[in-house]
């Protein structure tokens, strides 16, 4: 598996993520309509920034009633976690049968993930405890807030998921921040710097004009 480089983090978190998400669509190698998760996946902690890491992914299941109950699968992801040698994201699906009802993360499991290298989650289910671990700097996104952790359930790590749209494998890269969550594989890491750049650099050549006394609708409809 390929890793992201101390400088290929930097780099990324100075980026924010609606930026990355232009320049992943100046690549061939995805839909503009694909990559990034959807308005239900909602950014618990925005002032807490960007979020860059690499996905450990898992599935879980905390709705089920009377199933054993079981921490393997738990203990599965935060040896995954450990073993990354960069900062980790989970990538949780509920595929319980009552998905409004799924707590997946607290501040006890925030707390031990973050201690083995998770810097936060994505999931499409609930989570709960948002000042304690907010307070512990553990990002969290999620559909929203469940009161009860309900019957715990981590089924499998390191399997591919799709949450919020997007299909998750291990090890993909995840930006994401206040606007959202974005998806990408690790052989597009360095286009995406690069191109971001671009698209930062368009942008502001761009608002300085609308904003200048040169500017004008003919003009902006003529393509400038």
Not at 115 to 120: H, P, Q, S
Not at 126 to 151: C, K, Y
Request: glycine share 10%; proline share 4%; net charge negative.
């Amino acid at each position: 598996m390929k890793y992201l480089t101390e400088d290929q983090i930097r780099e990324l978190k100075a980026i924010d993520t609606p930026t990355v998400a232009n320049a992943v669509e100046t690549h061939d190698a995805r839909l503009n309509t694909e990559g990034f998760m959807g308005w239900n996946i909602k950014c618990q902690f925005p002032d807490l920034g960007v979020m860059v890491g690499q996905a450990v992914t898992a599935t879980l299941n905390t709705t089920t009633t009377g199933k054993e109950k079981s921490r393997s699968g738990w203990h599965d992801c935060l040896r995954s976690i450990d073993a990354m040698p960069v900062p980790a994201v989970i990538v949780a699906k509920d595929i319980g049968p009552r998905p409004h009802h799924g707590c997946h993360f607290g501040d006890g499991m925030a707390t031990v993930a973050k201690k083995v290298g998770a810097i936060g989650l994505v999931t499409d289910g609930g989570v709960r405890d948002v000042e304690t671990v907010h307070e512990i700097g553990f990002q969290m996104f999620s559909v929203g807030l469940v009161p009860a952790h309900g019957n715990f359930g981590l089924d499998e790590t390191n399997v591919p998921v799709e949450v919020g749209g997007v299909l998750v494998n291990v090890g993909d890269v995840v930006h994401a921040d206040m606007n959202g969550v974005v998806v990408f594989p690790m052989d597009l890491v360095d286009h995406v710097i690069a191109e971001a750049k671009k698209v930062t650099a368009r942008e502001s050549e761009m608002m300085d004009w609308v904003n200048s006394d040169e500017f004008s609708l003919d003009k902006f409809i003529e393509g400038k």
